[in-house]
């Protein structure tokens, strides 16, 4: 995996991170901050779904650190290449079922992260 690979896969798992907070511990301060397009009564009502949409986001970041701890280069490129993977999928259906700025956020940089693991 190149260099240039690592820092996209890295800023991914970091904006995921960031997405893990937001959804399930700030989602009522910061939510309706970020999600202006959202009435602000459905925050406290919509809490619980978005911690479990926070977590989930979680668990594609973990999934995406942990390739930076493994050792064996097919491996590693695969595990990142999975969750890389997941990631562009859930940003299409996002898109398609709640905003389209989903797929720039999310789709646009998995894929070009998916691109250059494979080119590496």
């Not at 240039?4 to 991170?17: E, K, P, R, S, T």
């Not at 907070?21 to 919509?46: C, D, I």
């Not at 990631?87 to 691109?115: C, D, E, R, Y």
Request: aromatic fraction near 14%; charged fraction near 15%.
């Amino acid at each position: 995996m190149t260099l240039a690979a690592q820092i996209v896969i890295g800023i991914i798992a970091l904006l995921h991170i960031y997405i893990l907070w937001l959804e399930m511990f700030a989602w009522e301060s910061r939510g309706p901050k970020v999600f202006r397009g959202f009435p602000k009564e459905l925050f406290p009502k919509t809490k619980g779904m978005a911690a479990n949409q926070g977590l989930y986001n979680g668990f594609l970041a973990a999934g995406l650190i942990w390739s930076f701890f493994i050792k064996d280069d097919i491996w590693r490129d695969n595990v990142a290449l999975f969750f890389l993977g997941c990631i562009a999928v859930a940003g299409i259906f996002g898109a398609l079922t709640a905003s389209k700025k989903i797929l720039v956020v999310q789709t646009v940089p998995a894929t070009i992260a998916i691109i250059l693991t494979l080119l590496a």
